[in-house]
């Protein structure tokens, strides 16, 4: 059977955790940050964990991680 493509996209997106699981960065960080709390602009700066129901896709998307 022939090697895998990882995606590159979601490559750059998700990392995996030890547990199995993926860890991912938060949206809205990027710009109009003069509108959002410090406390709001803090907690976003924290990995996000990736909603359980979306694991399968990205253990597909990266078969090698």
Sequence with gaps: M????TNRGAAKRFKKT???GFKCNHSHRRH???KKSTKRKR???????LHPSD???ATRLLPYS
């Design 32 to 34: 109009i940050l003069t």
């Design 2 to 5: 022939p090697k895998l493509k």
């Design 55 to 57: 694991v399968k896709s």
């Design 18 to 20: 030890a547990s199995g």
């Design 43 to 49: 907690q976003l700066r924290s990995p996000n964990a």
